[in-house]
C-alpha cells in the first residue's frame, strides 16, 4: 500500500509564501510521475502543477511564475513552494503519484489565505 503524506498547509496572508511537502511511503514506491490539485469549496479539485518522472514541470496559468514544483529522489519527496499567494488560492492542496499503473492520493493538507 502506497501512503503519500502532504504538510506544510496553513494559514497565510495575501502576498505570503507557504511550502508544501508531500512524502511517499510504502510498497517501494517511488515518486516519478506527480503533481499537487487543489480544492476550493463548491469547486472542482483542478490541477496545481505536475512534474514527470525526468523533471518536466508543468503549471496551471493561475499559478505560472508563483508556484514551484519539485523533488527529492533521495528523500522520495515532492514540494510545492508557493509564493505571492492570493485569496484565490484558499483551498486543500493534495498531492498525488503514480505508481504501478494507478494513481495514488494523499489526505490532502489546508491552504488558506487572508486578505
Known amino acids: 500500500q502506497v501512503r503519500l503524506a502532504e504538510s506544510g498547509g496553513g494559514l497565510v496572508q495575501s502576498g505570503g509564501s507557504l511550502r508544501l511537502s508531500c512524502a511517499a511511503s510504502?510498497?517501494?514506491?517511488?515518486?516519478?510521475?506527480s503533481g499537487w490539485y487543489r480544492q476550493a469549496p463548491g469547486k472542482e479539485r483542478e490541477l496545481v502543477a505536475t512534474i514527470s518522472s525526468d523533471g518536466r514541470d508543468n503549471y496551471a496559468d493561475a499559478v505560472k511564475g508563483r508556484f514551484t514544483i519539485a523533488r527529492d529522489w533521495a528523500r522520495n519527496t515532492v514540494s510545492l513552494r508557493m509564493t505571492d499567494l492570493k485569496p484565490e488560492d484558499t483551498a486543500v492542496y493534495y498531492c498525488t503519484t503514480r505508481w504501478k499503473g494507478r494513481d495514488w492520493w494523499g489526505q490532502g493538507t489546508q491552504v488558506t489565505v487572508s486578505s
Open positions: 510504502g510498497s517501494s514506491v517511488s515518486i516519478t510521475n
